[in-house]
Every structure is written in C-alpha cells, then in structure tokens.
C-alpha cells in the first residue's frame, strides 16, 4: 500500500486549498482513511477522518466549519478541501489509513503518505 499527498503550496490567509491523497491497491474501499498535520515544533496532529464509504466524517474542533474530507473510491483518493485558510493551518500535511472509525491516534493509523506542505502567508 502505498498513499501519496500532494497538493500542498503557499496560499493567503483566508484562501482555499485542496489536497488530494492517491492510495494503491485494491483495499483501498475497505479502510477509513484520515489526514494529519504537523506545524513546526509541535507533534503532529489529527485533522479530520472519513470512513470507508464517505458517509461518515470526523473533525478536529480546530478546523470543524473549515475544512472538508472527503473520497472517491472510484479513484482511490481521499481528499481535504481546506476553506478559511489561517496562519496556524501552516504545516506538513499527511494521509493516513486506519481500519476503524473514528480515530484520532496517529498509532491507530497504519499506512501514511509523504506528506505535503501548505504555508499560509498572514
């Protein structure tokens, strides 16, 4: 299994961001899937999870009203549709697969992508 994040760039505050997450392999319809980020010098964080059929979402209270998951299991892909974009939304962002929903532990999270970077300028 292999999941990659792109997407990532510079953009204003209070612009939007889409970040798209490409997973392999076959199972990819049987897995929640979540996205993280980590800012500098902080740990990373949980962002916002979707369970396996798209149905069901999970937010983070720091992006709830903001931020959009979402999938198309046609493609493989997972995405976060990021609106109201604010300096401290500044971080590498990641995907990640769980087999449960929700979940907000990155230990719960067994695959990851690279990670993409969004920088939002003030």
């Known amino acids: 299994v292999q999941l990659q994040a792109y997407g990532g760039g510079l953009v204003q505050a209070g612009g939007s961001l889409r970040l798209p997450c490409a997973a392999s392999g076959r199972t990819f319809t049987t897995y929640s899937m979540g996205w993280f980020r980590q800012a500098p010098g902080k740990e990373r964080e949980f962002v916002a999870a979707?369970?396996?059929?798209?149905?069901?979402?999970y937010y983070a209270d720091s992006v709830k009203g903001r931020f959009t998951i979402s999938r198309d299991n046609a493609k493989n892909t997972v995405y976060l549709q990021m609106s109201s974009l604010k300096p401290e939304d500044l971080a590498v962002y990641y995907c990640a697969r769980s087999k449960a929903f929700p979940r907000i532990g990155a230990n719960d999270y067994d695959y990851w992508g690279q990670g993409t970077q969004v920088t939002v300028s003030s």
């Open positions: 979707i369970n396996w059929s798209g149905g069901r979402t």
